[in-house]
């Protein structure tokens, strides 16, 4: 599904774990409660999609851009963030752990503070 686009697709509690997605367009898609656990979503663009309490565990997130997307509750344990992009993003209750916050480009994320889960 490389470069696929699934532009304001309902794809609310998909089970899309391992799923190769590099590269694809999930603008303004709903991905609520979704499990991408491993996926490789390289590149994806996210813009103003809803990913409310989706599972983002081990995935490649690497240059993915998620320009004003909504992760509220996300879990991104282990996540690969190099060059991921969350300006303007909701990273409200997100799970991360300490070592992601040094990784990826939380400039202008929301939400991402104190009362977020963070894994050691």
């Known amino acids: 599904m490389k470069e696929a686009s699934?532009?304001?697709?309902?794809?609310?509690?998909?089970?899309?774990?391992?799923?190769?997605?590099?590269?694809?367009?999930?603008?303004?898609?709903?991905?609520?409660?979704?499990?991408?656990?491993?996926?490789?979503?390289?590149?994806?663009?996210?813009?103003?999609?809803?990913?409310?309490?989706?599972?983002?565990?081990?995935?490649?997130?690497?240059?993915?851009?998620?320009?004003?997307?909504?992760?509220?509750?996300?879990?991104?344990s282990g996540a690969k963030l190099k060059r991921t992009n969350f300006k303007g993003a909701n990273m409200t209750h997100v799970i991360v752990t300490e070592e992601m916050l040094t990784r990826g480009r939380w400039r202008g994320a929301m939400g991402l503070g104190p009362k977020s889960k963070r894994k050691k």
């Open 6 to 76: 699934f532009f304001l697709a309902d794809m609310r509690l998909a089970d899309l774990t391992s799923c190769d997605l590099t590269s694809a367009y999930l603008l303004e898609a709903d991905l609520t409660g979704a499990n991408l656990t491993g996926s490789n979503l390289a590149g994806v663009k996210f813009g103003h999609a809803r990913l409310n309490q989706a599972n983002l565990t081990d995935a490649n997130l690497e240059d993915a851009d998620f320009k004003g997307a909504d992760l509220t509750g996300a879990n991104l």
